[in-house]
């Protein structure tokens, strides 16, 4: 009796709101979903992934590094970065290169320091689709 009493008070709402509302909430939902699925498929299919082998603490000045990098398609070209760090933690080099697929997916590369190295970090791989590096 009292929704009666309202309804002839404030009016009925109109029956095509709440299927409107229906019908944008589901349109919605399917949005988000499927950009969350696009996002989960582009970030766990990166172009480019990287993965440090092993490095070798060569001399003063140099630290010599194997690095596995394997690119989703030929045509794909990306860069990579190595990081030297001294045992003080400051970072005594760095080394930007381009991985050449004619070698295979293990990329050798010396790393050149101004004092001696005590680690190395591989950052690293990005192309031009993926901004970050992984």
């Not at 992934?49 to 394997?70: G, N, P, Q, W, Y």
């Not at 001696?116 to 901004?131: D, F, I, N």
């Amino acid at each position: 009796m009292s929704s009666d009493v309202l309804a002839e008070r404030y009016g009925a709402p109109a029956p095509w709101r709440r299927r409107a509302a229906l019908v944008g909430g589901v349109v919605l939902g399917v949005v988000v979903l499927a950009w969350l699925a696009w996002t989960t498929w582009s970030h766990a299919t990166p172009e480019a992934t990287s993965e440090l082998e092993r490095f070798e603490i060569v001399d003063e000045h140099t630290v010599d590094a194997v690095v596995v990098v394997k690119l989703r398609d030929d045509d794909v070209e990306a860069t990579c970065l190595l990081r030297a760090f001294a045992e003080d933690h400051t970072t005594v080099g760095e080394l930007e290169f381009v991985p050449d697929p004619a070698l295979g997916d293990r990329q050798q590369q010396s790393v050149r320091t101004h004092r001696r190295a005590t680690a190395l970090e591989l950052v690293g791989c990005r192309t031009a689709e993926q901004s970050r590096y992984s």
